[in-house]
């Protein structure tokens, strides 16, 4: 039994006093430094090796697929495995994946291995990353439950996400920065560096024992997951809703298009382009720690989505650098109000001892969702060019929302007290 604090919820810094999530926020934060950098870096490289749309898309169906197979499995292991041992075991084999991409750019590597089996080669390490998103998800929502009280996890949510978003921010410009001025290279070894650091903020977790000790086959225990879901019309509606906007709305993956062919401002260009919409993310989470959006949280989603959509067809259209950072901007505010209030759902309404396998099917839904969207998004920038593919994204994203509010409206009244339920504190450090 953990110890009681006196907690002050209307605190905005609550669950940063916390000894636990600090560490936890360190590891998210340079992780996700570090994975963002790879993203812009892979994408940019892909395509002006292949000069190819298709092939962006191919770089999110490489990760998806894996992530999405293994998810529920990931789910279940990380229910009945202490959690610190399983992420250092993660992001020692996401650390081996961008190590083999940085040995395949070095030019000595070119006498080796030809050009032409760089790009394979970088896919293969983007499904091994795939591979390991499908454990990571599960792991980390599992401990961030244990480390603030119950009452906190809104505040909580808010500041893991603004540590995903600043780190989002810094990453692309940075990876754009150092690309141009240094090569790819150069680029991975500043990678490697921040994943290093991720595994060193993991060392500061306390180990997390399982809650939960299977006494029932592997089926029959991700099925339970799965039917708690099921069960959950918010839960269910949440994961359904991003699923389908991310997914016609993924259109961020054409970045290095507009880059580099419409918007002509080439690996620098990109990386803001990329950091502008986390900048708005984030800028929104500091906001919403202390002007919450959990007063009615339904009727917020929705809006919020709307709002998304609307973003993403003005960027789809805009022909002028500065215009397309400003509706990035809105794009990622409006985003970063989506990304609360479905991490907060997830968080009150799951059990402790379910938290990996439900974390699992919230993977499939929506961690992925990305990678999918970006496959739908280059193939339909493949068939009906560019900026049609994005507007077309942005009309569906609407779309979704409408068909979701006609299904939903017994939902739009309810508050967060509504929706939550008994509270464990531990003790604040």
């Known amino acids: 039994m953990k110890d009681f604090a006196i907690i002050d919820k209307q605190d905005p810094y609550a669950a940063l006093r916390f000894k636990e999530f600090r560490s936890y926020m ?3 934060f340079f992780f996700t430094f570090a994975y963002q950098m790879q993203a812009v870096i892979i994408g940019f490289h892909i395509y002006h090796l292949t000069k190819d749309p298709l092939a962006l898309g191919l770089i999110g169906l490489c990760e998806a697929v894996p992530s999405i197979g293994i998810a529920l499995y990931g789910g279940y292991i990380a229910d009945k495995s202490e959690k610190r041992a399983l992420l250092l ?6 650390f081996l994946c961008s190590l083999v991409m940085t040995i395949v750019t070095l030019q000595q590597m070119h006498t080796y291995v030809p050009v032409k089996y760089i790009v ?13 998103r499908g454990f990571y998800s599960p792991a980390a929502f599992s401990i961030m439950g244990q480390v603030v009280p119950k009452e906190l996890y809104p505040n909580s ?11 989002s921010i810094v990453g692309p410009a940075v990876g754009g920065l150092i690309y141009a001025f240094f090569g790819i290279t150069v680029t991975y070894c500043v990678i490697l560096f921040f994943i290093l650091i991720a595994l060193g903020c993991i060392a500061f977790l306390k180990k997390h024992p399982p809650r939960y000790i299977p006494k029932e086959s592997i089926m029959k225990s991700l099925t339970e997951g799965v039917q708690f879901v099921f069960k959950s019309k918010m839960m269910l509606g949440a994961m359904s809703l991003d699923l389908f906007s991310v997914f016609f709305g993924g259109a961020v993956a054409l970045l290095p298009v507009f880059a580099n062919d419409i918007l002509k401002v080439g690996s620098e260009g990109l990386g803001f382009m990329r950091a502008s919409a986390s900048a708005g993310a ?3 989470m500091f906001v919403m720690t202390r002007i919450s959006p959990m007063r009615k949280p339904w009727r917020n989603l929705l ?8 973003s993403i067809i003005c960027y789809g259209l805009s022909k002028n650098f500065y215009l397309t950072l400003m509706f990035l901007f809105a794009e990622g505010s409006f985003d970063s109000v989506s990304v609360l209030i479905r ?9 402790d001892e379910m938290r990996g396998r ?17 496959f739908e998004s280059g193939l339909t920038a493949k068939l009906m060019r560019t900026v049609p593919a994005v507007v077309f994204g942005g009309c569906m994203t609407i779309l979704v929302a409408g068909i979701t509010y006609s299904k939903t409206k017994s939902l739009l009244g309810l508050t967060l007290d509504d929706i939550s339920g008994s509270k464990t504190e531990p003790a604040a450090v």
């Open 358 to 374: 439900v974390s699992a099917v919230n993977s499939m839904f929506i961690g992925s969702s990305n990678e999918i969207g970006a």
């Open 282 to 284: 984030v800028l929104t």
């Open 343 to 351: 991490s907060t759902i997830m968080q009150l309404l799951t059990p």
């Open 26 to 28: 360190g590891m998210r």
């Open 89 to 94: 075991k993660i992001f020692i084999g996401v």
């Open 303 to 310: 809006i919020a989505v709307v709002g998304f959509g609307t």
């Open 157 to 167: 949510s808010t500041w893991n996400s603004s540590a995903y978003m600043t780190a």
């Open 120 to 132: 394979p080669v970088m896919y293969l390490m983007v499904f091994g990353i795939g591979i390991a």
